[in-house]
């Protein structure tokens, strides 16, 4: 909450020219409501990691509970990482500054912050390599972009770290590839080796130690509310459903978000998912020890994010089941896609999926053995495996967002569409440039989408919200369909906010709408409790 | 105000002179002729070896390709292969695109051009023109001095020289490539100078190459069409200094060949340790030159470690009762 | 004073006062932001450019019309309120911009404005200009209530306080700081 204004503060608005400062003078603002609170310190010691302090504290005050040799470790860490990660020194090394990534940004589009362009965030970070492991910058210093690493260099480090959303848009336009993503990410692990990180990540990532997944969700719980949405579409489509728990010898493994079970409208999906599981007779099991696709480790650090992604290959191959079926979430695939295998595997488990439907052998999945949803739901459609009804969804106009870390981390752009070409009748793109691998970021990802920064998240997410205004006005767009569970989540304020009027939704809830169930009751409700049909005038008179 | 550009102009011009003053005033005409090209030239090749080596002794963990098009999933999906290449083949291809047409660049197009438009910010579009001519020009250049280094001159040089002396204008032949890269250089460093988000994020470092290569331009073309150098003895002590029997030949050779030596001698030596290594670390990208195969076939990180999880048995000691309660089958009753 | 005389000033005027008033408003952006957001024209690339272009030039049509229009006023502000009341503005920089016509007109004018001839509509300008300020102001405060409402909806809707309530859920303990040392 900002205070009163002193008397200066209101001449400023007289004089309007922002100071002629080189970025590096100008200090992070870290006034409350800029950034997201930190890590409470009983989650740190829980996961045996970095632990500031056993107060809690904020960025907001000047001086932070960080060690005296603090500097030494933030050196060391660097030096490792240069060793461990190829991508970092080479970024490091070969950006020619030609400012191709400079515009590209969603959060430098809508905050207009000139730190929020992906080269100068890099930059951030640059700036103290040169002087620490440079020959040139150790003798030219700050005529080659030098800086030593500062106070104030560590708190800009904590301000722009936690304002990239890891979503790999500029990595697209960068001739190079440099991946500010990986940046970030660096920057992070540093910045956790003093216990500089935020609650709303480490909190979920040691809920997800614990219970196995984000919200601490104990196994009942979880049992229950799946039972609670079972009830629901047997309200609907008078189909009773009776899903299994941690079976052992089931054929599959299906791992969803926990975004899918207790915030709407994931729910709405998970019912989607169910549906169609029913619809298909599918051999397949939840796991209340695997019950969170999504890992809030990747945002921390590779070695939080393979001790989160253990559990899955563990209980697939405690249950015994032949592949692992995974739900719509956005950097779960990033992590099944990129890394699962690496850090996991080999699994001990299993063969290469087959689809027990179709027959269709997933030989891109052949190491990992996990599907995506919507490449098995695709293959059930090609080979004309559900029975539809596309007009359930007629008075939904829906767009679809290509979610940042299937577009960019996996290529998962034509199964989605095909899916909805499929459910619905009326589809319309979003403008060229803000879909595909151009895709802009809800504005929430990488563990943003916490209300102290809701300001931020909006002005990140305005490019997008500005794309489906457009489809909104021009073709009456009344919903917003994604695969990821943090864009669920996050959409709802960003279209309260700029586009009022449009609705959010998973693929598979229009999926759950459209599917002819066997011994099904006729169909009014849509999965929301909503009416199919709207009620005419004419009807209203009978 | 970033004055970052005056340092390196200041650097340049300084360089310049000393080499001008060096020869024609102080008689250094070995130092500057011989001892400082083998001493750059020493200096590049470790140096060069040297960074891609440190490239290299850095592990590459995880196979992280930004991936741009459609990957390979169901047979009947179109697979975007050089966007989100499977194989190795593609991803060859892919990296050659990159290399050889700048492919990125090209991404870097939709702006639009409305009226009162401020020109600085329609050169954003024209990155990727002045990159590829800057780029090709500079390759041509090179390539055509290899007349100097080598007798009898190779047959493509003198079939470069026919094709960049097309239009047969001037005396000597005009050489478009000499032109062209003078042309590119000036209009990359007109876009750092006019383009404010460039001014706000360059440093000396940024212009020190351009303003170089600009003066490496300015002394090839001076001396070619102006100065009229003698290229007879400049081939001698370039073939000397080839052929490790270096001298400077009889009667010498004007102080602004020495110029441009000396700039040539700087701007190699200075390459490892620069941006001007994106040359060689473009090839080495973890997102640009890694097949979109991750699920396929298991990548090796070569410092993975064992870690602390939450086992299932963890697990189920915690919460036992409870999932018997719930009906949930437990491994342990 | 005839009206058509009025009008021509307006229109004669019209390109300069709307790019100075533009400029006017993106100083308030740093310089290299200011370039984005003026110069590149595609408006999903820069929604913040597009919406303040679009914006000033209407609010222009608003204080230079004859009587002021409170719903027009609204509808040109709103989008350029909306997204600045989020930025990192105090809120007097934030709607500050709008007056800013005043002293574009004044500097343009030369000298007193009560000499100039068409003093009485340049005048009538500068009143439609404060209201617009007030409108905008209340723009201004409706949208950072929007913007409270959705972070307490959040926080409400965070169900684990729900289900910790249902005991479905359970918490790691606070630590003390005084046990452990």
Redesign the interface.
Known sequence: M?DT?KPD??Y??ID???P?E??EEIPP?LSQG?FPYPT????L??L?MPTPT??EWSPADEEWPIPDNWQEIIHEGFKDR??????????M????????C??KCHF???????KN?P??RA?LLRSVYRKDF???GKI?GK???GRPLTKQVLKEWFSYFYQCTEC?RC?????????TA?ITMMGRELLSLLGLNINWILEPV?NC????NH???????L??MIEFFCDDIEEITGVKIDPT????GAEILFITPSGDY??DPGTYTMMGYLLLFEHLGLDYTLS??ASEGGNFGLFTS??AM??LN??MF??AK?LGVKWILGGECGHMWRV????M???N??PEFGETPKSPITG?V???????K?VHIT?FT??LL?HNKLKLDPSRNDNKVVTYHDSCNP?????????PR?ILKNVCNHFYEM?E??IR??TFCCGSGSGLNT??I???R??GG??R???VK?VHEKFGVNMLSCICAIDRAAFP?LM???VPGVDVTGIHELVGNALVMEGESERTMDLRFEPLKEETEVDADE | MNVAYLYSLIAVVVLGLIAYAGVEAAGLDVLFGVVIPYLALIVFLIGFANKVLDWTKSAVPFKIPTTFGQQKSLDWIKHNRFDSPYTTGQVVIRMLLEILLLRSLFKNTRVGFGKGQRIAYKWVVWLWLFAILFHYSFFVVVLRHLRFFAEPVPFFVSFLEKIDGMFQILLPNLFLSGVLLLGGALLLLLRRVLLPKLVYISKPADYFPLFLIIGIAVTGLMMRYLDKVDVVRVKELAMGLATLQPGIPEGGISGLFYVHLFFVSILVAYIPFSKIMHMGGVFLSPTRNLANNTRAKRHVNPWNYPVKTHTYEEYEEDFRDKMKEAGIPVEKE | MSKKNRDDIISARRQRWTEKWLDALMQTYPDESACFFKDTTDPFANPVGAAMKKGITDLFDVVTSEAFDPEAAHAALEPMIRVRAIQEFSPSQAVGFVTEIKSIIRRDAGGSKEAHPQAEKLQQIADHADRALLTAFDIYVNCKKQVYQLRARQARDSVSQLLIKKELISELPEIDPALSE
């Not at chain 1, 099944?336 to 890394?339: A, D, L, S």
């Open positions: 900002a204004p503060q209101l400023k608005n309007h020219t922002m002629d080189a970025w603002d800029r409470k310190p009983k989650n010691e829980y045996d056993k107060e240069l060793e461990k990660y190829r991508s970092l020194k080479i970024f090394d070969v950006c020619v500054r030609c400012g191709a400079a515009d430098f589009i809508g905050t207009g912050d000139p362009m080269v100068l930059e440079t020959t040139a030219l005529i080659n972009g790999r990595s697209v336009y960068c001739p190079y590839g440099i991946d990986e040691a130690f614990r219970t196995g919200l601490g969700i104990q196994p009942h719980a049992k229950e728990f941690n079976r052992k207790f915030a209340t020890y590779s070695e393979k001790r253990a559990k563990a209980e405690r099944i896609h990129q890394y295998d690496t850090m595997g080999p269709t997933f030989d891109h999945a052949a190491g990992t996990m490449e695709a293959d090609r577009s960019r981390a996996m290529g998962l752009f034509e199964e095909y403008p440039n803000t691998e151009q209300e102290e809701m300001e931020l909006l002005l305005l490019p919200a500005n794309a457009f304020p309260d906010y700029w």
